[in-house]
């Protein structure tokens, strides 16, 4: 037979040349506490039946006391099995990914950019402006006025021919709104339909340029990230525990006492808190429910692994999270009756199997891995609460724009009353 126990046990029946007569057990051996007896193979170790029971049995201290066990050949650990959450976000998604005082900073930056701009734009007009006299005669009821522009600000951009860009008109010599516009431009990554004249401008803008495009890098990375990379978000049994899991405990009564048993709290409490009907025996019998991403299956991580990899598709196994419980590792290996002749030559060929590899070369053969999925990571659609705050900033940024075109609107009816008298 093609297995890791004949494969052991041909090695040893040739390296210590023995003959074989195979009986077959259907468990393991538990005791029985309604009989007070043994059951499985031990019974038939304690009957003389058997000189050796070859299988990977758990070795706990309750077995040690009727029979011995050879040095192990491999190791039992317990794992948890779930369908991996779906990413959750909320309405604040957008501004997660930067804490508080960096969007403070943010903030702080932009309008500090804005400000150096207005002060350096009022210290060249003062220092760069000129006056220039332009005459005409204009004729308003058969009165001849003559007008004088002065100080005409030339700071906007090197063709002032055009006239275009709001900080060419003389009325507006400050222009704050255009500064603030050309900082946010900039930290945005922007063009500028207006390239600022002067140099002391183009650095300021070209700093806080470069500041936003690694800003921008960082933001952009970590919002994508957080948006649609599904991580593992469960990490430990306490985090289990925390969510609305059914638990279940699968498989055989070494699952079930390592965690009632356990002296972790956390352990004991799924053991307290697991399902107790229906039993299941398998990872297969439970593969409905599993996928139903409600349930967490608690068994031994080769079976598990072993239905995974052929009861499931490649994409259903690979939406299964597997969380290891720590310290729940048992050793397994073959047994022996007490002071058996035996035991001391059996260890002493499984000690020269490890030292040349033949152990090893049986696990990877026989020990199921999980397979690998292509993608290390599960990439899921962004929701639209993520982008919850951008459209309560189109939503702000529209009511308020309203109520500018009303004042505006006033203001200039306000004007244009006062020009007609």
């Known amino acids: 037979m093609d297995s890791f126990t004949f494969q052991l046990l041909e090695a040893l029946q040739f390296t210590m040349n023995f003959t074989i007569k195979v009986i077959v057990s259907h468990s393991w051996g538990d005791f029985i506490p309604e009989s007070n007896k043994w059951g499985g193979m031990i019974a038939e170790l304690l009957a003389g039946e058997v000189d050796i029971a070859i299988s990977s049995t758990s070795d706990i201290p309750l077995r040690r006391t009727v029979i011995d066990f050879n040095i192990?050949?491999?190791?039992?650990?317990?794992?948890?099995?779930?369908?991996?959450?779906?990413?959750?976000?909320?309405?604040?998604?957008?501004?997660?990914?930067?804490?508080?005082?960096?969007?403070?900073?943010?903030?702080?930056?932009?309008?500090?950019?804005?400000l150096v701009l207005i002060f350096f734009k009022w210290v060249l007009v003062r220092a760069v402006s000129h006056t220039k006299e332009y005459s005409s005669d204009?004729?308003?009821?058969e009165v001849s006025v003559k007008t004088d522009l002065q100080r005409l600000d030339i700071i906007g951009s090197r063709d002032n021919s055009t006239g275009t860009g709001s900080c060419d008109d003389p009325q507006s010599l400050w222009c704050p709104s255009d500064c603030f516009q050309w900082a946010l431009a900039a930290f945005c990554i922007q063009g500028f339909y207006n390239i600022p004249k002067y140099d002391c401008y183009r650095i300021v803008i070209g700093m806080g340029f470069l500041s936003?495009?690694?800003?921008?890098?960082?933001?952009?990375?970590?919002?994508?990230?957080?948006?649609?990379?599904?991580?593992?978000?469960?990490?430990?049994?306490?985090?289990?525990?925390?969510?609305?899991?059914?638990?279940?405990?699968?498989?055989?009564?070494?699952?079930?006492?390592?965690?009632?048993?356990?002296?972790?709290?956390s352990n004991r409490k799924v053991y307290q808190r697991r399902r107790m009907h229906p039993v299941y025996y398998g990872l297969d019998e439970t593969k409905r429910e599993l996928l139903s991403g409600s349930f967490v299956f608690f068994m031994d991580q080769l079976s598990g692994y072993n239905t995974l990899n052929n009861k499931f598709s490649v994409k259903d196994s690979c939406s299964i999270?597997?969380?290891?419980?720590?310290?729940?590792?048992?050793?397994?290996?073959?047994?022996?009756?007490?002071?058996?002749?035996?035991?001391r030559r059996i260890d002493f060929q499984i000690l020269r199997m490890i030292e040349h590899g033949l152990i090893d070369q049986l696990n990877r053969r026989f020990i199921p891995k999980r397979t690998m999925c292509s993608n290390s990571v599960t990439f899921d659609g962004v929701q639209l609460t993520s982008v919850t705050v951008a459209f309560g900033i189109l939503g702000i940024g529209a009511l308020l724009s309203f109520a500018i075109v009303v004042i505006e609107n006033g203001r200039s009816?306000?004007?244009?009353?006062?020009?007609?008298?």
């Open 138 to 141: 204009l004729s308003f009821d």
């Open 212 to 265: 936003g495009v690694l800003i921008y890098g960082a933001y952009a990375g970590t919002l994508i990230s957080f948006l649609s990379v599904v991580v593992d978000s469960v990490t430990s049994v306490e985090q289990l525990m925390e969510d609305s899991f059914v638990l279940s405990i699968v498989g055989n009564n070494i699952s079930q006492r390592f965690f009632r048993d356990s002296p972790s709290p």
């Open 72 to 114: 192990p050949t491999n190791t039992l650990k317990l794992s948890g099995f779930f369908k991996k959450p779906r990413a959750v976000v909320d309405a604040k998604a957008l501004i997660e990914p930067f804490k508080g005082s960096f969007w403070f900073a943010v903030i702080s930056v932009i309008v500090s950019l804005s």
């Open 321 to 343: 999270q597997e969380l290891r419980i720590p310290n729940a590792a048992q050793k397994q290996g073959s047994m022996v009756p007490k002071n058996s002749p035996y035991k």
């Open 413 to 421: 009816k306000l004007t244009q009353d006062e020009y007609n008298l």
